[in-house]
């Protein structure tokens, strides 16, 4: 029974070998066609003890196709993967999920409208050479003016410099039509002039308690109408007066003004005397602390008749309509900081627009 058993053993190791897998028997082709593979394979064999011989049989093993090579149905079973048809209800491939996240943004606003877009910045022209040229024109211009007393103590190699870098600037102007230029329109302070006729004006501030505080033009286009005002302080009070002209346009450069009246605001009294230490008159320092005692008295009086005066209206005084009220003026130089005009009595005006860094 020995060799009986060995070569039954035998015959049985060696159809294992020579049997196919399961996955490749079932890809078989014969003639063009596949062939099922069998389902079970069925071996006489004995036990270790010599028993008699028993059916044993082999289970498959566990796959995911079928005989003809497909996915089985999730139904199926052994199958270990989830089953997914189409609407054919041949088998699919299950689509990967996606992870969840935050809602993508969206560029409507809470009510499904669209959003208001921003408008683009507008681009700031590039500086250039010419314009870099005129900035150090104008603030050498102001540099020489400055502390001429508005021209009043200016001196003659002062006031060479002054015409010769206001040509320079005239040559350079970058507006061509200044009238028409909405840079006109606005409050424009007097920073030089060599006109005579605010001569009076200039002389008040050069005395030992008086200053000129502001000398000013305002220029309104829509209008057609100048006003020419100006300040001046004491120790005890300020005095403010204007003159109100109306011009019209004779070339883009040059307007006719025609003054219509003069006004004179009600002065504004100071709580206390306002005197320094001391005055130099013709060279020689005078001490002013006596002078403030004598003067406590009457500036007791003017603040007792400010609270009624403040509260007046100004005094309007209207001007005679002849050709003496007539002048005209030419503006030769004008951006958003610095005005160059002159009168038809031969005088120079330098101005700079009131909230520019010309002032400081």
């Known amino acids: 029974m020995a060799p009986l058993f060995a070569s039954c053993h035998a015959s049985h190791a060696s159809l294992l070998l020579l049997s196919p897998s399961p996955a490749a028997a079932a890809r078989l082709r014969v003639g063009g066609l596949r062939v099922r593979r069998p389902r079970r394979l069925r071996l006489p064999v004995r036990t270790a003890a010599g028993g008699s011989p028993l059916d044993a049989e082999i289970p498959d093993p566990t796959v995911d196709d079928d005989e003809w090579g497909r996915e089985p149905p999730a139904s199926a079973p052994g199958n270990s993967r989830p089953g997914v048809t189409d609407e054919w209800g041949e088998p699919g491939v299950a689509e990967p999920e996606q992870p969840s996240g935050a809602d993508t ?3 409507d606003d809470e009510w499904g409208g669209e959003p208001t877009p921003t408008p683009p910045k507008a681009k700031e022209a590039p500086v250039t050479k010419e314009d870099e040229g005129r900035e150090e024109l104008k603030r050498c211009l102001v540099d020489t003016v400055y502390g001429s007393g508005l021209g009043l103590k200016a001196s003659s190699e002062v006031r060479g410099e002054v015409v010769e870098l206001v040509a320079q600037l005239e040559a350079a102007n970058p507006t061509s039509a200044p009238v028409q230029a909405p840079e006109l329109d606005g409050n424009w302070i007097l920073l030089y002039t060599a006109y005579s006729e605010l001569l009076p004006i200039l002389l008040a501030g050069a005395t030992p308690f008086t200053r000129v505080d502001k000398i000013s033009q ?7 109408t100048i006003i020419n005002a100006s300040t001046i302080s004491t120790p005890f009070a300020s005095f403010s007066f204007s003159a109100t002209a109306s011009f019209e346009v004779q070339t883009p ?9 003069g006004s004179f605001q009600p002065p504004e009294i100071s709580s206390s005397v306002n005197l320094p230490e001391q005055i130099a008159i013709f060279g020689q320092k005078f001490s002013l602390g006596t002078v403030k005692e004598l003067l406590e008295p009457l500036q007791r009086a003017f603040a007792s008749i400010a609270g009624s005066i403040s509260g007046q209206p100004p005094l309007k005084v209207p001007i005679p ?15 958003k900081d610095l005005r160059i005009s002159k009168g038809d009595g031969g005088g120079v005006f330098i101005l700079a627009k009131e909230g520019s860094p010309l002032l400081d």
Not at 218 to 224: A, G, L
Not at 253 to 261: D, G, N, Y
Not at 321 to 335: E, I, P, R, V
């Open 105 to 107: 943004p969206t560029n």
């Open 218 to 224: 305002e220029i309104d286009s829509r209008i057609m």
């Open 253 to 261: 450069s040059r307007i006719e003004v025609q003054f219509k009246e």
């Open 321 to 335: 309509g002849d050709n003496k009220a007539k002048s005209w003026l030419l503006t030769t130089y004008l951006d």
